[in-house]
């Protein structure tokens, strides 16, 4: 029977036909849509052709019912010597959404063209709960590339992956809704406005000109510190307890001028001692 076998699951629309792709590109014999059940026989099956092979499989809400079944079946192939690594993927649910509009799949879980893909992904959640919980890793794609997810992947299975906190900042407007899943909300609607400086309306806060005017501001500069003091405060506190990823949204009126700036310059700051990602989510609008 293989002596390595990876498990793939998580929310779909995170990843997981990517990773188990990175895995086949790596030598491994993949498999998509398995039944839990099945698992077991079909290593052993397998076991005069793939002798000593890594296999790797995707295991998720497809599987239905017979997902309940996932707990035991990790128990079986253990208590038979075979090293198993449980690889979750998850993204914000928001980043989800947008995923499927933009690829206008069906969600697996639908059973009607019209149902709201916001009480999918809760459901979906729910099912897969358990498999999160005992999952050695769990890699959040929200704003990672699929090359980023390719080579994180690699890494999980090469044992070479290191366990580092990563802060997401996000800004946003508030007059298109809150970022599903933040763990911290910071509100700059008070600060001052480049929207309504003429020859600054159209720009956005990675411009040098809007730049130069919002730090003409003692204010502006002070809302950063602070919000730079509560988010070193939190990665220190976090770290402590294993979180393994900081949502951290800053929001404005519109999401282009002041939120996108404080974004910009709080990244500065903080990557010099955490991984750092950004998105700034209604720059566009």
């Known amino acids: 029977m293989a002596s390595e076998f990876v498990l793939i699951s ?22 998509d849509n398995v039944p839990p059940s099945l698992i077991v026989d079909m290593l052993s099956l397998m076991e005069s052709s793939f002798n000593g092979k890594k296999i790797a499989a995707i295991v998720d809400v497809r599987a239905g019912k017979m997902l309940g079944e996932i707990k035991n079946v990790i128990e079986n192939l253990r208590s038979r010597g075979i090293t198993i690594k449980i690889i979750f993927l998850d993204a914000k649910d928001d980043v989800l959404i947008n995923r499927y509009n933009l690829t206008r799949r069906r969600h697996p879980l639908a059973e009607k063209e019209d149902q709201q893909i916001e009480k999918l992904l809760k459901q979906e959640r729910e ?12 890699v959040d794609t929200s704003l990672i590339s699929t090359h980023q997810l390719r080579s994180e992947i690699i890494a999980l299975t090469e044992g070479k ?16 809704g809150l970022p599903l899943g933040a763990d911290f909300i910071f509100d700059a609607r008070f600060l001052p406005n480049p929207y309504y400086v003429e020859s600054l309306s159209a720009k956005t806060g990675n411009d040098p000109e809007v730049i130069e005017y919002l730090e003409k501001f003692d204010v502006v500069r002070e809302y950063a510190e602070k919000i730079i003091e509560i988010v070193k405060m939190a990665i220190k506190n976090y ?9 951290v949204g800053i929001g404005c009126s519109g999401g282009r001028h002041r939120s996108v700036y404080l974004v910009n310059q709080i990244a500065k700051e903080l990557e010099k001692e955490v991984d750092i990602r950004i998105s700034h989510r209604d720059i566009e609008r």
């Open 10 to 31: 998580g929310m779909s629309g995170a990843g997981k036909t990517t990773a188990l792709g990175a895995l086949e590109d790596a030598g491994y014999f993949c498999m």
């Open 127 to 138: 099912l897969l709960r358990e498999i999160r919980e005992i999952a050695d890793y769990v």
């Open 161 to 176: 992956y290191e366990r580092v906190l990563k802060i997401f900042l996000e800004s946003f407007g508030f007059k298109y």
């Open 239 to 247: 770290s402590k307890e294993g979180k393994s990823v900081i949502y």
